[in-house]
């Protein structure tokens, strides 16, 4: 029963299905979705969203601001962008 646990504590839609519940900010990507969006990066302060995350097909990075509140970088795109790192949008080849 243990082993059950912390495999469906480690399935994204656990998490996804909480916070979406939880915190207001917290988005799934239109181009994801709750099975698949993994956070990479939360917030430091007091909200409780993500910054960066990724999924089988894309990268992201939460703007908090315009439609959508994110940036989407595929990542056949990042892998031909030299210097891409995936915590920093600065890097994004656009």
Not at 72 to 80: C, G, I, L, P
Request: with cysteine; hydrophobic share 40%.
């Amino acid at each position: 029963m243990v082993a059950g646990v912390v495999v469906v504590a480690n399935v994204p839609i656990v998490s996804n299905a909480w916070s979406t519940a939880t915190e207001p900010a917290y988005v799934i990507p239109a181009e994801s979705s709750m099975w698949r969006f993994t956070p990479t990066q939360m917030n430091d302060g007091s909200g409780d969203w993500w910054v960066y995350g990724q999924d089988d097909r894309n990268y992201y990075y939460f703007t908090g601001s315009g439609e959508p509140p994110y940036l989407v970088m595929s990542k056949a795109e990042a892998n031909a962008c030299a210097g891409f790192e995936s915590t920093n949008h600065l890097t994004w080849c656009r």
